[in-house]
């Protein structure tokens, strides 16, 4: 065990895993932009394409609940593998369908395959760093937003049509000649539940407020992810730049400061740093909401993509440490869940009141579940020392 994890091994272990997670980003950028394309291609009203794109959110739950069964009965390192190859084998027939029901089915297996690789990574990911005894969750999210960032950049350049799939189908390709170089190095399962928790899951108070604070972060997340754009033009007059300027300055700010989550998380501490990301965050969403001026509102999204930055990777450590591969699993599925389910909320609260209501409203439960499961994780934490200065 040691031979896999430490050394040499441990480091092409670690690549190995961030390569996974690069390579998930990558496929999702390079979908989000080739949206328009899709729509083209298949000759979908606005409306009609809107009931299309519900097969992904189909395919992802039921990715939750498989992911919930599988990772314990299959283990973490075949699931990554089988579901890295399906989901861009999945990627490629939704952006070459002509058809809506090639379509359908081929966006619901990226949902599926998709959800799964997510789980299985943050898995291996987790795994890794408790046994490397070196914080590294954090950094792998930040490729992960690299990722994404370049597979949206290589496919958006190209123009709408044929030479946007072409684009698309040669990420697609260096994207499978990547996970071939590297998935070879992925941590093995018969080690991975040899000395990691016991499989079964135990849902005790500490579990279940990391799985809703990862919920809550995720719906924060998404919140300023879509609605940003549309709450600063149609909050503020001549905000044309101003609207991709704060998705900008959130998206940004994030992908940068997970690249220093690891070494911050080292040298203060991962609770220290999740209380002061989760202050950040609240102070954030209240700049948001209450700006006075688009400028103010960018600066809100910016700090929020610095506090939101390292709050889900630390989750996911947590989890890990508190029931193995089982509480990693239940807290990415925690996510999940609260993704697929809170846009609609988030519509609503638009319509019923206004878009700045929506951030208002994310930052209520974010502020409740985010300091119980501070005070929570303190108070176990303190225990836990009493019990050894006992014996």
């Known amino acids: 065990m040691a031979s896999i994890l430490y050394g040499k091994h441990g480091n092409a272990a670690a690549r190995a895993i961030a390569t996974m997670f690069f390579i998930n980003g990558c496929v999702f950028g390079s979908w989000s932009a080739l949206i328009p394309s899709a729509k083209g291609q298949l000759g979908a009203s ?37 579901s890295a190859l399906a989901l861009l084998a999945a990627m490629a027939s939704t952006i070459a369908a002509t058809s809506q029901g090639v379509f359908v089915v081929s966006l619901f297996l990226v949902g599926l395959f998709g959800c799964l690789m997510d789980v299985a990574m943050n898995e291996q990911g987790a795994f890794a760093e408790r046994h490397l005894s070196r914080p590294i969750l954090s950094t792998l999210h930040a490729l992960w937003s690299i990722g994404g960032l370049v597979g949206a950049v290589l496919c958006g350049i190209a123009p709408a049509g044929m030479a946007a799939i072409s684009c698309a189908m040669a990420t697609l390709l260096v994207l499978a000649f990547l996970f071939a170089m590297a998935q070879g190095n992925l941590l093995g399962d018969v080690a991975n539940r040899r000395h990691d928790k016991p499989a079964r899951l135990h849902l005790g108070v500490g579990l279940v407020l990391l799985g809703l604070f990862a919920g809550c972060c995720v719906a924060a997340d998404g919140a300023v992810r879509d609605w940003s754009a549309l709450f600063i033009s149609g909050t503020f007059t001549d905000a044309a730049i101003g609207a991709s300027l704060g998705y900008g300055a959130y998206a940004g700010a994030m992908a940068l400061f997970r690249f220093f989550g690891d070494r911050l998380c080292a040298r203060f501490g991962k609770a220290n740093l999740l209380f002061a990301s989760t202050i950040t965050v609240l102070a954030s969403l209240l700049v948001i909401a209450y700006a006075p001026s688009m400028e103010v509102a960018i600066v809100g999204f910016l700090l929020f993509g610095i506090g939101i930055s390292n709050v889900f990777p630390i989750l996911v450590s947590f989890a890990g440490a508190k029931a193995g591969s089982a509480g990693v699993t239940f807290t990415v599925s925690m996510a999940y869940v609260a993704a697929l389910s809170c846009p609609p909320l988030f519509g609503w609260i638009a319509a019923s009141t206004s878009l700045a209501t929506i951030f208002l409203a994310v930052a209520l439960p974010f502020l409740v579940v985010g300091f119980a499961t501070l005070v929570h994780s303190r108070q176990t934490s303190r225990a836990g020392m009493a019990i050894a200065e006992n014996h």
Do not use: H
């Open 46 to 82: 606005e409306v009609g394409f809107g009931w299309l794109l519900f097969a992904f959110g189909a395919g992802a739950l039921t990715g939750v609940f498989s992911s919930l069964f599988a990772m314990q009965r299959i283990g973490s390192r075949l699931i990554l593998r089988v």
